[in-house]
């Protein structure tokens, strides 16, 4: 507990010191380079780090809401996170979920709104450079020396926390879980996969940033970022990283994506048609691993029929365990499709919700890409590719801690770059902070201009 609190305290002064777009930063290194489940109690809430450094930043930068275009993807999170408190309430759910139900919008709601008041501007977002770049070195670091090693570094505080302790090399299940002679890295998560996926969110960011970086110091940061992920050894992870990279020669031909679109969604549907199998059983054969492949695939199967079970409110925290016997004869279930688990939780409608405000930030870009500058634009691609890679993993793994809070700042800072074409969307400075750049060569070029001109008058 005292460790966490003078690690926010360093943390919220250097955010109260420092520009909206590298407070944002400092809020994606908290939650990767300081674990996430060591909490501090205020009252009913459970305070980590990065909970204290989110708050900070949407009180500070709340006066920048009425200069931001207005967003569909902002209803959508607001009212997903609403109906999933009165769907556990009405479900009659365990006192655990419904406090933990409404202290989840430390996770989720208030990352997306950081990262949407943070990042106004495309400079507010190159400003968050030096700390994803420690970042990505740091848990790159970490991570390597933990697999090679089959050390935790943080290993005392993940028990001091209530984890269970593993024997490293014995059994699955992730944590302690040996492979390929290296171990699973944990660094400051609670399970390797959500290590994985909230290092490939920072892939994306850092992938993003390849104009305010050198091109050799960009291309180490990504090895670094890649590393990060790499070491998770999780397919979960590792699957929504690939589909970044290839999404990325997309940028340049940007006309082919709804004929590709359309192409898939005709094989989905052949197969649906002609296959006594559900169409997302073609995920068993180009996954990277088959029996797991298939576990989602039956997970979908039986999700769907229990479906008349948690449609409304979800179970309650009720045990679904049930599930497990129509997959693989298991007396429990490992639900890992985030959106079934959301499902399952807090209703349909929930989820639904959940689905939209994803749909919705993809749209805002679609729809200003024309009004978009050249670097504004791959920024905001690169963002679009990561929520679209992300969103499909999730169909592979439930997501969690550090996973879950960079997935709330993802979707805000894709909802913020599809209104920086706007023109509605003025430049935005907070105290102590320096125009944008943007700004400073307009200027620049005025004076130019106006040099000329006084040059001809003297001739």
Known sequence: MVFTLVVSAIAIAM???????????????????WPEYLRVPIGLAQMSAARFVAVVLVVRYAGRWTKLRRHPCDWFVVVGYLLSVLAVLAAAATSTLITGTIGSVFDTAMMYFA??????????????????????????????????????????????????SAEIG????????????????????????????AMTIVLSIVVALRGSFSRWGWALVVGAASLGVFFS???????????????LPLYRTTWIIKPILGFIALIFLLFELVSKRHAYYLISYIALDGANAWYRAKLMDVGIKYLPEYWLFGYGGRSFAHWG???????????????????????????????????AAVWMVARSWKRLNRDQRWVAFVLVAAVVAVSLGEFSVS??????????????????????????????ESAGTSPPASRTMRVDRRAASERRQGLRANR
């Open 15 to 33: 955010v109260l010191s420092v520009r909206p777009g590298m407070g944002l930063g400092i809020l994606v290194a908290c939650t990767l380079l």
């Open 115 to 164: 990262a949407r008041l943070c990042l106004a501007t495309i400079d507010d977002f190159r400003d968050m450079r030096w700390p994803i770049a420690i970042t990505a070195f740091g848990v790159a670091g970490m991570a390597g020396f933990e697999a090679l090693s089959h050390k935790y570094l943080f290993w005392s505080l993940y028990l001091s926390s209530g984890k269970e």
């Open 170 to 197: 014995v059994g699955g299940g992730g944590v302690g879980e040996l492979r390929w002679g290296m171990l699973r890295a944990l660094v400051a998560s609670h399970h390797p996969i959500y290590l994985g996926v």
């Open 233 to 247: 050894l999780s397919s979960g992870a590792w699957i929504p990283a690939l589909l970044l990279v290839a999404f």
């Open 325 to 359: 016997l129509e997959i693989d004869d298991r007396y429990f279930i490992d639900c890992v499709n985030n959106y079934i688990l959301i499902a399952a939780t807090s209703g349909v409608a929930t989820m639904l919700l959940y689905v939209l405000a994803k749909i």
């Open 399 to 428: 997501v969690f801690g550090a996973a879950l809070l960079l997935n709330g700042v993802l979707l805000g800072c894709t909802a913020s770059a599809g209104g920086w074409g706007s023109p509605r969307t003025a430049p935005v």
